[in-house]
């Protein structure tokens, strides 16, 4: 079985965690030295992130999941 991809839901996650970063003032740079996520990618929503990889972010964002999701 292929992997399932949600485009819109990729998109509201992108634009979220775009939002969280711009928020918090760091480049895609910074975050990646800070997490060694490359964020580029997600942030277009050109991939799947997996929920460890957003477990991670929200954790540099100081929020849970169930917050990062509360909007979306």
Known sequence: MGQIKDEILLQ???VRL?????KKGV?????YNATDIHIA???TAKVNISIS???K???????????FF???
Do not use: D, P
């Open 57 to 67: 972010l929200c954790s540099y964002f100081g929020i849970s999941l169930a917050e």
């Open 12 to 14: 509201k996650i992108a």
């Open 27 to 31: 480049s895609q740079e910074e975050l």
């Open 41 to 43: 990618r997600i942030e």
């Open 53 to 55: 990889t957003l477990s």
């Open 18 to 22: 775009k939002n969280l970063r711009n």
């Open 70 to 72: 509360r909007n979306i």
